[in-house]
Each structure stands twice: as C-alpha cells, then as structure tokens.
C-alpha cells in the first residue's frame, strides 16, 4: 500500500448559503477507529440532503462530519480495529453520515459494499444512499409487492430513477410524475410503465385513469405540501405513501378522513439519523437482495453528469435547477 498523506483536500461549506460557499480546504487525513474503514475517495454522490446541509437547513448528526457528502466509492486504505467485512485494497461504495466530499473518507466497515465489476467507480459512487433510501421505503416501509403499482414522484431524480428499476425488477408496475416531456421519455426508457407531466396533466386523475380507477398502492414522495392530500386521494385502498422528502414544504392542510375511509398507511423516515445498526441491517438486505441485480447488470444507476471534486459548487447548481435527469457524482 502507498504511504497515506497526513493531508488531504476537501470541500467544506465557509459559511450557510448559495453554491460558492462550498470551497475547497486543507484538512488532517482522518484515521479509521474501531469498526471504520478509511476511503481514498474516488467518486462522492452529490445528493438532495448536501443541498439542504449547505443552505443551513439540516446539521450534521453529532458526532458526523461537518463536511457534505453522505455515498462514496473508493479503494480501502487503512482499517480500524475489529473490522471484519473488508480488507486493504478492496474497491467499495458505502453510505457515510457526512464526509463524502474529500480525497478520503471514514466509513462504517458493515455498511460498505463491495462495488460490482458490472459499475464504474463513478457509477458507484451514485449507488449507496440512493440505492438504500430507496430500498428501505419503497419495499421495507412501502412493502411494495410483485403485481402492485408505486406512484413514484420526481421519477428523473436520482432515487427516481433507480427506484423505477428495481420496482420493476421485482415485477410491480411504476407510473412517474415528471416536469418534462425529456424526463418522462428517460424514465420510460427506464421501464416506467407511465409518466405523468405534473405541469399539465393532474396526476390524481391520470392514475386513476392508468389503474382503472382503484388507484396505486405505494406512493413514494419527496414533495410534500398540497401532495400529500392528493396522494391520499390518487392511493388506492390499503395503500401506503411514503414520504422521504419535503420539498414542496412541510406543513399542510389535509382531510384525514380519507386515511381512514381507505385505511391508509402514511410512513416516512431519513437515512442519517439512523443508528449505525440500523443502516448494516440494510446493507445486508441489499446485498441479499439486490446486490444480484446489480451483478447481472440488470439495475444500473442512471447518470447525469460528473464534476471535479474542486467544482462541487457547480455540482450543486446543476442540482438546483432540477433540469438532471439521473444522478450528479464529484469526481475525486
């Protein structure tokens, strides 16, 4: 193994604001304690939650790092004590609580995965926050079973996109809300069975019209606001909407008494509080389950575009305009 600088440059957020607040810095390399592993970093998502983390609006966890970033892909080059799953050398992509965005990276050993020969190490770098916040609401709180319909609005965002592919992959059907005509032909190219452009058509009607008017019966959501109603409304009986965004905002005004006139389920849950227990049990879930369909192949993350690490401010603004069709990965 190469001698690890004792420096390394990352990306950290000056001060709450717009994207030229991410600027590059000079930090220590950090050293893996018990159950860590160390990154050298070769490719970091860019997600939502940075967005979100760089404004001002959602802190680290404690104990996290205060530097954005929560998925990367790299080669392991140092292991803390008691770590079991990896060992030097091995190409990996995992979930990080905060991080991402540096040359190396600390990760929990039991929530990396080994990165498929079939991926890219870019294309992995865009897989383990996606790919487990998809998982865990659309078929561990969704419980979304072969035969059913999911309802998956932003079908073009990252954790659409993958989340069409493994909805039909298990051999439910998918029906996508999109902005554009360009986004609705990608996610049909995906496999999406139906896309509705929520600029001018009413997706409440449309997916009852798709579904013969029973309606789907998982909604996956990362709008919020005046959605949520009409989620209630577009779901069918014994449905469940899972909420894993609030970008339309939080708060609403809604007639509960349709949750109890077709016994809804309303759920929802984020990845980074999570306890670090909590996320190894989805890691094993995915390698079970999923892990194959990557192997194969037949699931793949669809990218939008690769930026520098030094360019995570231009990452961010391709992000905000909403105009991605896939994910964005910083290139380390």
């Not at 509960?256 to 016994?263: E, G, N, V």
């Not at 759920?267 to 999570?274: D, E, I, N, Y």
Request: charged share 20%.
């Amino acid at each position: 193994m190469e001698k690890l600088p004792a420096q390394m440059t990352v990306i950290g957020i000056s001060k709450p604001g717009s994207p030229e607040v991410l600027v590059p810095e000079t930090r220590p390399v950090p050293a893996p304690g018990a159950g860590e592993i160390l990154i050298k970093v070769a490719a970091a998502g860019v997600n939502r939650p940075d967005v979100a983390q760089r404004s001002g609006s959602y802190p680290p966890p404690p104990g996290a790092s205060d530097l954005p970033g929560l998925e990367v892909a790299g080669e392991v080059v140092a292991l803390g004590t008691g770590t079991v799953r990896h060992k030097l050398g091995d190409k990996v992509m995992s979930l990080v609580a905060g991080g991402g965005y540096a040359q190396y990276c600390i990760a929990q050993d039991a929530q990396a995965m080994a990165v498929p020969p079939t991926l890219s190490m870019l294309e992995a770098g865009a897989i383990p926050e996606t790919l487990m916040t998809v998982w865990h609401n659309v078929f561990e709180r969704g419980a979304l079973k072969p035969g059913e319909t999911l309802l998956i609005h932003g079908g073009s965002s990252g954790i659409g996109t993958m989340a069409i592919q493994l909805a039909k992959a298990f051999g439910s059907k998918v029906i996508v809300t999109v902005g554009s005509q360009q986004k609705a032909d990608a996610c049909l190219k995906l496999g999406a069975d139906g896309a509705i452009n929520y600029k001018t058509q009413d997706f409440v009607a449309e997916v009852k019209t798709a579904t013969g008017g029973t309606g789907v019966e998982v909604v996956l959501d990362m709008v919020g606001g005046d959605y949520i109603e009409r989620n209630y409304d577009a779901a069918a009986v014994d449905g469940r909407v899972v909420q894993i965004a609030l970008l339309g905002g939080p708060k609403a005004n809604v007639n509960f008494a349709k949750l109890m006139m077709k016994r809804l389920h309303h759920t929802g849950s984020t990845l980074r509080p999570r306890s670090n227990a909590d996320k190894a049990a989805m890691v094993a879930a995915i390698e079970a389950k999923v892990m194959p369909l990557l192997r194969e192949g037949r699931v793949k993350p669809l990218m939008d575009s690769t930026f520098p690490l030094e360019q995570a401010a231009e990452a961010h603004r391709r992000m905000e305009t909403s105009e991605h069709i896939g994910k964005i990965v910083l290139a380390v």
